[in-house]
């Protein structure tokens, strides 16, 4: 930080919006896992081709060895190989030895054909994730600045209620100077305008601290100064008189948690499929080197010449009798069975979210109504009052608790309305539709 004044930035909701989509590092981890899932979709795509291999090869024995008849026999031999060529998995070439590659397992063509199956639905799996990122991360930023837009609504409503107890701080004071009013009651008006001075205080408070957290949402800097562009805090409209059912309808088709659920129910099918047809599947063993060989009895390396090797295998296996590849197949099928009632629960978990927030939608409602009806009459009673303390036909006293009302009147408003809007976008959210500058307009 530096010795100038804090930047001062303007913020509305759909700004808010495109920021947080654009500067959000939980999103651009997101992105990374999906450039990884392709990746490993072109490793599965690639993993039947032969890889090149280039080297050299030497062997030298001193001692006894044992010949084919039995005998064994003194020897000093040496040999070596220098060369390449192309093998499939990880069998070796048969480079300087002697004789045919033996029957190993290495390359599967089970895992040839269902590999890039199973890693391309994952690929799906990630692009959901990545869209349900999003999405979270668009929340987080809606609920971030309808906190500092409530914070900053409660801020202003304070200054009005600091300006309606210093009125009748000076109409005790006045009615006082006049023999019409006990010093007591001025007291009582100061400590009623000191209260509400401290509750402006942290009222303050709240609204610096949702600034700075809006601020880290939207990764700007956290001593930038942040002000709403809305005057007076509006209450949100996404939705029409749809039912839950309709609602329910539209979050199972639309949310990327389901979608995502059952990519991965899908991706599982590939593994099960792998494990039925492993057993049938070869094995394939591909191999070909070719370079110059060389050897002889004791140090001396007269016969040297160029060799080439083909080597082709295919071979079955049948893991622990068969055993082995049966408990394969049991725990693909299992995580099969595991991703399908994963995909139910959180059909139910979706289910249960638009229904409550729909609730919560429904109720919030009528409690703003209700707050409206309460502040308009603490309002004409408190003017009613005040009038007949101006009239003289009451003394400040009796207003005092009309002040107090309406003070308390338009907090609850102002939080019915912030209450509310937290309703709608946590609806939004649930039902899977997108909060950007669309839905924000079209509500307005």
Known sequence: MNGTDPEVFPIDLPTALQLAGANSLQVALASERIDAAYTRVDQAEVSWLPSV????????????????????????????????????????????????????????????????????????????????????????AAHGYLRFVAAQATLNTMSEIRRDFENLVKLTEIYAQAGAAKKADVQRAKADLAFWNH??????????????????????EPDTVL???????????????????????????ARPELSRAFAKTRATTAEVAREYWRPYLPHLVVGFSGGVFGGEAGSQWKQVSDRTDVDLGAVWEFENLGLGNYTRRQLAENRHRQAR??????????????????????????????????????????????????????????????????????????????????????LLYAVGTPINDQTVIASE
């Open 227 to 253: 002000t709403a562009g809305e005057d007076q805090l509006l209450s949100w409209h996404f939705f029409g008189d749809k039912s839950p059912q309709e609602l329910m309808a539209q979050a199972i088709a």
């Open 53 to 140: 291999r280039l080297g050299f090869v030497y062997n030298r024995h001193n001692g006894r060895l044992q010949a084919t008849e039995g005998e064994v026999i003194e020897s000093t031999r040496g040999s070596f190989f220098t060369g390449g060529g192309l093998g499939t998995g990880n069998a070796p070439l048969t480079g300087g030895s002697g004789g045919p590659p033996r029957m190993m397992v290495d390359l599967s063509l089970a895992e040839v054909f269902f590999e890039p199956l199973a890693a391309r639905r994952m690929v799906d799996v990630v692009v959901a994730d990545h869209t349900a990122v999003f999405n979270q991360t668009l929340l987080n």
């Open 341 to 426: 009632l994963e995909a139910d629960i959180e059909r139910d978990h979706i289910a249960a979210q638009v229904v409550a927030a729909h609730h919560r939608c429904r109720v919030r409602q009528k409690a703003i109504a209700a707050a409206e009806t309460r502040l308009e009459t603490a309002t004409k009673s408190m003017d009613a009052a005040l009038l007949g303390v101006r009239e003289g036909v009451q003394l400040p006293l009796e207003a005092q608790q009309s002040v107090t009302d309406v003070a308390n009147a338009r907090l609850a408003y102002v939080q019915a309305i912030a209450d509310y809007n937290a309703a709608q976008i946590e």
């Open 199 to 220: 509750t402006e205080f942290r009222r303050e408070e709240e609204f610096h601290v949702a600034g700075v957290e809006l601020a880290r949402v939207l990764r700007l």
